[in-house]
């Protein structure tokens, strides 16, 4: 059995935040609504519970409830943005 090393929790820089929301053009990656529509979130790609990193390839706008659906799971829809 191995276990993954869970990575620290940081605080998302509002900078990295605004970044993050404009590469994903102000929308949820999964559901599609729109900033207007509703609550944006940063969402870790790979949970950091998993592993994942703090890195902006790694982090997505999702809406707050389809960030809360997919919880600490990785959902194969999502892939980072750049390889290691």
Known sequence: MS?????PRI?????VRKLVFERDGN???SCGK?????NLTIDHIIPLALGGSND??????LCFDCNRRKKDRIDPRFKRRFSK
């Open 3 to 7: 276990l993954t090393r869970k990575t």
């Open 56 to 61: 902006i390839s790694n982090l997505q706008a």
């Open 34 to 38: 729109t900033d207007q529509e509703t």
């Open 27 to 29: 929308c949820c990656k």
């Open 11 to 15: 605080l998302i820089p509002p900078k």
